[in-house]
């Protein structure tokens, strides 16, 4: 995505599509290319669940695997870049793969699972909507106002 012509446009088109269309990309033309990409993966990624186990489209395909929102978990927990979803997609491999063996041969209930999916997710989105603020070298971390009314006497 980063080394290549269409990557960068992508990458363009998604952080600022007016600043896209002004530079000259057709827009919606890379548009259509990107839904025919992203249809044509999740087709191959559907023809590989189906060719592994079940040999036939059933109306619980998509409803008791999970596999959208595992995909989107691994996503965020590997950052967007493919070395990282990689590493996370391993991870999440051997930790539901696991779950059931620990389920078996110890007493810790499957769902432990389940918990560690929220808290993943929970940091994740906590991640994403809490900013840390930057200090500056040299800088207090608590401003100086909340101290002077502290040693005057004042309450916080």
Request: charged residues 15%; glycine residues 10%; without cysteine.
């Amino acid at each position: 995505m980063k080394r290549s012509k269409l990557g960068f446009e992508i990458t363009a088109l998604g952080q600022n599509r007016n600043f896209a269309e002004a530079t000259g990309m057709r827009i919606q033309k890379k548009i259509i290319i990107i839904m025919l990409t992203s249809g044509a993966l999740a087709g191959l990624a559907g023809a590989g669940w189906m060719m592994s186990e079940k040999y036939a489209y059933t109306l619980s395909f998509s409803g008791i695997p999970g596999l959208g929102w595992d995909g989107m978990l691994i996503a965020l927990l590997g950052s967007h870049s493919p070395i990282g979803i990689l590493i996370a997609a391993i991870f999440y491999a051997v930790v539901k793969t696991g779950s059931s063996n620990i389920a078996i041969f110890t007493s810790v209930p499957y769902e432990i699972v389940i918990l560690l999916q929220a808290l993943i997710v929970l940091f994740l989105s906590l991640k994403v909507f809490v900013k840390p603020k930057e200090l500056k070298l040299g800088e207090p971390s608590v401003p100086k106002k909340r101290f002077k009314n502290l040693f005057k006497g004042g309450k916080e």
